[in-house]
């Protein structure tokens, strides 16, 4: 065994030297010696593996007071693990786990029984599957193994360790778990009945005001959100690639759309959500109003001036008086504008809100946001007041324009410009966009011959 360890720190001395001499201007040897790395981690991750088997089986139950964990005060052998390899307890565990999964076994007469799962082992010990692919495969087969024959189990430890190389843990994962689904048909719709019953969504407000959802759905929810929100996020995708060069010949820039993929996704799932909630079809499915009212409360003065704070029922934290001015803008926002002693003076005058029918008009007039190279349908737009209503501006066809929600944020807070020539709309950004604040063109190509 010393000679062994002797070899193996020769061999990472030289690992470090070759380090040393890799510069920044070499990515060839860099990259050379992040192969050498992994070929070394894989060969003493199979070392830790053997070793954690074999102090779990010294360290089982049936040992009683000759336990090898229980002798240095250890209920578990992974706390021990942990312990002398200085690791967290769950990693150490894992290796146990594998260990005694991929270790021959010691019958009640003293003979020798084959691994539960020798292929697993025999990858580990040849390099081709790591420790964290090799954790999934021994869980995910011993969940199906009392619902299977262990020739089965073994068929499927044999795809997997096939499949496995060159593969993510995330894609093991993934592949583990529809074997394990084809070992245990049986059990699969038991399974869906328990993944219903964990079905869960809480909101938690945090302590800058940001509001965290905490959505636990089961596969056939996920499926659908998902879908949902990366058709959206796709779509999106697609028509800025193909508007770009358009937009570039005809006014020299590009709309910059600098959000993550992150940002995509919320706003695609604001999007959606706003969709079904704007829906006049009725709780019951005949007409009827919108199924959602959310009230904003602020005072007349801060719906005048934009300055100060408002607040939503239901949500801890205020919004300022200017993201409120523009919730005013959607028919089922109702701002609640109260006096000095907390009487209501307004309740959401019908002239504020653009009706349905006005909203069809403004869908048929632009197509959609009117934002330049915005692909949204008119489905998820809320309806804009050009001269805010707020400044005197009057709730008719003439003074509207769709907006999708991002959009929206950014004409209010960005202080981007709306000006009309000939019925088109033309948006002006901010000097920080464009020093020279040049006008760029809106509305969707369908309108240019309405336009003339």
Known sequence: MKVSTDALAAHLAALAQAWDDTIVDQPGMLLQLIGELAAVQRRIDALRVAVAGELADLSAAHRGGEAMARRAGHARPGSYLA?????????????????????????????????????????????????????????????????????????????????????????????????????????????????????????????????RLVWVMPPETAGLVRAGIDQLVGEQLRAARDAAPAALGDTGFVDSDDRTMPHRRADAAEDLFRRAVNCTCGAGGGGGGPLVTVIVRMSLDQLITGLGTAQIDGIDAGISATTARRLAADANIIPVVLGGAGEVLDLGRSRRLFSPAQRQALAERYGGCAFPACAHPPSYTEAHHLQWWCSGGVTDLDNGIPLCSFHHHRIHDDSWEIVMRDRVPYFIPPPWIDPDQTPRRGGKLVNLAWSG
């Not at 312990?83 to 786990?97: G, M, P, Y």
């Not at 010691?106 to 799962?117: E, M, N, Q, V, W």
């Not at 074997?179 to 969504?201: M, N």
């Open 83 to 211: 312990e002398l390899w200085q690791i967290s307890v769950a990693e150490a565990t894992r290796l146990c786990e594998v260990g005694l999964a991929t270790r021959q076994r010691t019958a009640l007469d003293g003979s020798l029984l084959p691994a539960r799962y020798p292929a697993v082992g025999e990858a580990i010990a040849a390099g081709s599957v790591g420790v964290e692919a090799a954790v999934v495969i021994v869980r995910e087969l011993d969940l199906a193994a009392p619902f299977c024959s262990a020739e089965a189990r073994l068929a499927g430890e044999r795809l997997l360790v096939e499949h496995a190389p060159g593969l993510t843990v995330k894609q093991v994962h993934g592949v583990a778990r529809q074997v394990r689904d084809r070992l245990d048909e049986d059990g699969a719709e038991s399974r869906d009945v328990i993944r219903r019953q964990r079905r869960a969504l809480s909101w938690v407000t945090q302590s800058d005001g940001m509001v």
